[in-house]
């Protein structure tokens, strides 16, 4: 019992310090299943395969961008007020 402990444990010692490659590419492999058949759908459509992935990508991506450039670049600046002196302006 002891040695299946040990084995799992050193799988899973194994996989954490790659998860930042292997997490990436496990999502890549399922997004990329998942959006198949609307790709394929598109073809039908007489759309080559390049074309149908760049509007995938701009579809699912374009959002997420979206969202990130308003975050990152407000339309009205963010104005910061000092706390006021409770005795005046006096220097």
């Given at each position: 019992m002891?040695?299946?402990w040990g084995i799992i444990a050193l799988a899973v010692?194994?996989?954490y310090w790659p998860?930042?490659?292997l997490i990436?590419?496990?999502l890549t492999f399922l997004f990329?299943?998942?959006?198949n058949p609307v790709v394929n759908i598109l073809q039908r459509r007489r759309l080559n395969r390049m074309t149908c992935g760049t509007i995938m990508l701009a579809v699912t991506n374009?959002?997420?961008v979206y969202h990130t450039a308003r975050r990152t670049f407000p339309?009205?600046?963010?104005?910061i007020r000092a706390p006021q002196c409770p005795g005046g302006d006096r220097r």
């Open positions: 002891n040695k299946g010692a194994a996989l998860q930042a490659v990436p590419l496990a990329t299943y998942l959006l374009g959002p997420a339309s009205q600046p963010v104005r």
